[in-house]
């Protein structure tokens, strides 16, 4: 602002003053904030530019009113508009007095030029524009300086956008020209001038305002992008011919059909019988075929076939989409893959014809034996009411552990393992020969190995959990071995590892379902046809209580003559590396 007040002290003295015409400057003020006041913005490289047609009106001011005038009312009109426009004064001030001296420089310019005789003619024309030009040079070079002091990063850019704005300043000056030109020669004709103004102005705003709105949209298009393949269900959108429109990223995955290949084909072409399967209610059927507005939303179970073979069992939700006037405009399927909640639901009827079976089988003899005891109990022989009451205490062992194994799996998927092992360090084995002397009590006519290598470190382990976990694996290996085969348990060390092998003689485990034994409720029998007891719970409880160890229960590669050997990992009490140092320093 000092400099301005500067240049027009400099103006004063180098110039004839003379009294001012209040109207012509008041004129020029008003004329000034208003066209600093008109701002036109344009993304120009990402970046905002705001161009204004103050140089019109600084133009026509040159050719019209003395210098000193020209330059007073820049200023005042300059901080008026920028005031309205700009709440920061430090701004308002550093735009005013470049403003107000670039247009001293340009009246000095024109004042100090050949004489031109007439006011508008050919060479107050050149010279004036020469003024301006300089006028541009001037805010050039000032905003630079500024922008080089205070923020340099911004200097580049800024570079880039000069151009731009010498070439609009210019086309501005060439306007003003127009406009004194008009004034002088034919003052009614002047407004008009301010028509393609108007127009251009009116045309930037709502070229403005329609990319702000493209923006939007194209922010709202790829937000809905990102829900649309990021969710886990399928979505597809259908016109009112049944032309696919949206096929996100899930369907891409369900079918093996990229979006490439569907959009903008008839869904039936798409989805033809060998992709999707149902019964004579689903196939070929859509909701979009027989539209109305009693049928919105509809749900059908199907079948979707992946180009790779593979089927998964979905359920479909169309909604169908209407105008105003009710007439169906498209239907949004929505496909969510229910194979895993359809096998959950298998495995949980599987589940309690197993429990309601394991639960059935030890309650028969007790009911039965404690019926004999209550009826006949003081006719038999002391060894027969030995035998029926150690028969009911047996199976009533067998039911509270089925109950236990229950209970147990409920704290499991409630994350509380951690709270249910506490282990310490333990010696093997001893443990292993109780557990095999158990088994061989009650497997007489099966033969039942153990052996341990020598040199074997205790494990660090929760005894009671470990003998559970060996236990239910003895117990498989006696249930699915035949009666004459034998079963071997064997306990060594490989580095900081502790392990014990179950090995039987039994049909194996098919390749396929080598990880499907660990999950719960998981059996390989038919719950109506099987031959052997269980719930398929001891293996994934084993494999959850051998991790909270920091060990693991895993299924060894099958050996060529057959059998399952399964081995339970456990972490060595003391490290290999602990028992080397101790030797080194013992």
């Not at 020209?70 to 309205?84: E, F, R």
């Not at 670039?102 to 003024?131: D, E, K, M, W």
């Not at 028969?391 to 109950?403: C, F, G, N, P, T």
């Not at 269980?534 to 059998?563: K, S, T």
Request: hydrophobic share 45%; net charge negative.
């Amino acid at each position: 602002m000092l400099l301005g007040v500067a240049a027009l002290g400099g103006v004063i003295l180098l110039t004839e003053v003379q009294a001012p015409d209040l109207g012509p400057l008041l004129l020029l003020v008003a004329a000034v904030a208003v066209a600093e006041r008109v701002e036109l913005r344009f993304t120009f490289e990402h970046s905002d530019i705001a161009i204004t047609l103050v140089e019109v009106a600084i133009t026509a001011g040159l050719l019209l009113v003395a210098p000193t005038e020209a330059v007073v009312a820049t200023g005042l009109g300059m901080m008026i508009g920028q005031a309205s426009r700009v709440p920061d004064l430090v701004k308002v001030s550093f735009n005013t007095g470049q403003a107000m001296v670039g247009t001293a420089v340009a009246a000095l310019i024109l004042h100090f030029g050949p004489s031109i005789g007439p006011l508008v003619n050919g060479r107050a024309v050149v010279l004036v524009l020469l003024g301006m030009a300089l006028y541009v040079a001037v805010n050039s070079l000032a905003v630079l300086g500024l922008l080089t002091l205070a923020e340099p990063s911004a200097r580049e850019g800024l570079v880039g956008q000069l151009p731009l704005g010498a070439i609009s300043a210019l086309g501005n000056a060439a306007i003003g020209v127009v406009l004194a030109a008009l004034l002088v020669v034919q003052p009614a004709l002047a407004p008009f001038i301010l028509v393609p103004a108007a127009a251009v102005y009116l045309a930037a705003r709502g070229a403005r305002r329609t990319a702000d709105l493209l923006g939007r949209v194209r922010i709202d298009r790829d937000r809905l992008t990102r829900v649309v393949d990021g969710t886990i269900d399928g979505i597809l959108l259908l016109d009112r011919d049944g032309v696919v429109q949206v096929w996100n990223a899930a369907m891409e995955e369900l079918t093996g059909l990229s979006a490439d290949r569907v959009v903008s084909r008839p869904v039936a072409r798409v989805m033809t019988e060998s992709v999707r399967e149902g019964d004579g209610e689903v196939v070929g059927r859509w909701l979009i075929d027989e539209a109305h507005e009693g049928a919105q939303h509809r749900e059908f179970d199907a079948r979707i076939r992946h180009v790779d073979g593979t089927a998964r069992e979905v359920r479909e939700n169309h909604s169908l989409i209407f105008d105003d006037r009710g007439r169906c405009t498209g239907d949004v399927v929505v496909i969510r893959d229910v194979s895993r909640q359809r096998e959950l639901e298998r495995l949980r009827g599987d589940f309690v014809a197993r429990v309601s079976h394991e639960l059935r089988t030890p309650l028969t003899p007790i009911r039965g034996f404690a019926s004999v005891l209550l009826r006949k109990g003081d006719q038999l022989d002391p060894a027969s009411r030995q035998e029926a009451l150690e028969r009911i205490v047996e199976r009533s062992d067998h039911l509270a552990a089925v109950v236990e194994d229950l209970l147990l799996v409920t704290r499991l998927d409630q994350r509380e393992v951690d709270e249910l092992v506490h282990p310490v360090p333990t010696d093997l084995g001893p443990l292993l020969e109780r557990v095999v002397d158990h088994f061989r009590q009650r497997e007489p006519g099966r033969t039942i190995a153990f052996s341990a290598s020598p040199g074997t470190g205790e494990a660090l382990a929760d005894p009671a959990r470990t003998r559970q976990i060996v236990t239910s694996l003895l117990d498989n290996a006696c249930r699915y071995s035949p009666e004459d085969t034998p079963v071997e348990v064997t306990l060594d060390q490989v580095g900081d590892d502790i392990r014990v092998r179950v090995i039987d003689s039994g049909p194996g485990i098919p390749r396929e379902n080598r990880q499907a034994i660990f999950e719960q409720f998981h059996r390989l029998e038919d719950p109506l046809t099987m031959r052997t007891g269980g719930v398929g719970l001891g293996l994934f409880i084993g494999r959850r209580l051998a991790a909270a160890m920091h060990g693991g229960l895993d299924l060894d590669e099958p050996a060529a003559a057959g059998g399952s050997t399964f081995v339970l990992r456990l972490p060595a009490a003391v490290p290999v590396a602990g028992i080397e140092s101790r030797d080194l320093t013992g």
